[in-house]
């Protein structure tokens, strides 16, 4: 079992581009989230899913777009990154329920000049 | 609203002693979760204990337990015969057992271990 994996670990963007961050869960689990973490901030919840084919939006949804079309993957794009998204990036899993422990992916740090 | 307050941005401990992280959360709830995690220097964050709030009894994991108050609102971390490994930030996390709401974070507490 990998459990979370992620990729890229490390990005380096230049204002206005665009890119897609992978994550995939093996546990089969329903629930996956997008975070960000920023110094003094804690975890702030992006987007997230309840199940395959289902998207909604959490606390800091702007500037980014998220797709579930499998079960395990869940992608997070940045159309137009701008340098205030300068941040590390986790994804994580929940299992049995949403209020469930969390399984976490390793992160992306991405910088945005 | 719920919120979720660490009010220790960082503290020290020497090696083999005992140290106590404070969490406190505001909820008009009744059936929650609560849970420390732990994320070290290499950043992947994982579970350390985890609290259903209707069990009264504290959780315990190994060398880490809880003191929850539930009245108080209060669910604090002690980490026992410290180690060089449990050097790093400490997340308080509130879940209230509900589908529509999302797990809330507190700002962190970074825990540095003295040899």
């Known amino acids: 079992n990998a459990g979370v994996t992620q990729t890229p670990k490390f990005r380096v963007l230049k204002t206005g581009q665009s890119m897609t961050l992978l994550c995939a869960q093996d546990m089969n689990h329903e629930y996956m989230y997008w975070y960000r973490q920023d110094p003094g901030m804690g975890l702030r919840l992006i987007h997230y899913?309840?199940?395959?084919?289902?998207?909604a939006k959490g606390e800091v949804p702007d500037g980014y777009n998220v797709s579930r079309l499998k079960k395990q993957n869940f992608l997070l794009g940045l159309e137009s990154a701008a340098p205030s998204q300068t941040s590390v990036y986790f994804c994580?899993?929940?299992?049995?329920?949403?209020?469930?422990?969390?399984?976490f992916g390793p992160g992306t740090r991405l910088t945005v000049l | 609203a719920q919120t979720v307050t660490q009010s220790q941005p960082e503290m020290s401990v020497q090696e083999a002693e005992t140290v106590t992280l404070s969490c406190t959360y505001d909820t008009s709830e009744s059936d929650y979760y609560l849970f420390w995690y732990k994320q070290p220097p290499s950043r992947q964050m994982i579970l350390v204990i985890r609290?259903?709030?209707?069990?009264?009894q504290n959780a315990t994991e190994n060398r880490f337990s809880v003191n929850f108050q539930k009245a108080a609102k209060s669910f604090s971390l002690k980490i026992s015969d410290s180690q060089l490994g449990d050097a790093a930030m400490y997340f308080c996390?509130?879940?209230?057992?509900?589908?529509?709401?999302?797990?809330?974070f507190g700002k962190g507490t970074r825990l540095h271990i003295l040899p």
């Open positions: 996390a509130y879940n209230k057992k509900n589908r529509d709401d999302k797990i809330i």
């Open positions: 994580a899993s929940s299992y049995p329920a949403p209020w469930d422990t969390q399984y």
């Open positions: 609290q259903e709030a209707y069990k009264q």
């Open positions: 899913s309840v199940g395959e084919g289902t998207t």
